[in-house]
């Protein structure tokens, strides 16, 4: 066999148990899945108002510009 690899939704918890039965008869191995990433970005949208975050872009470039004076 090519060792090919195949996704599976389990629908019950049985259904694993059986799997890993026919891993320990060498038929099959199971390999867990990677997370899958979710695209940052989106993961944290909306997740402040708009105001919100004009405010503290407003008091970040406050905070650069006092650095940049001379005193």
Do not use: C, F
């Not at 026919?22 to 695209?39: A, D, H, T, W």
């Amino acid at each position: 066999m090519d060792g090919r690899t195949i996704s599976i939704e389990l629908l019950n918890e049985d259904a694993l148990t059986l799997l890993h039965q026919l891993e320990k008869l060498n038929l099959i191995r199971v390999v867990p899945q990677k997370p899958i990433r979710q695209n940052t970005k989106r993961q944290w949208a909306g997740s402040i108002s708009k105001s919100t975050a004009v405010n503290m872009l407003d008091y970040l470039n406050e905070s650069r510009n006092e650095w940049e004076r001379n005193i």
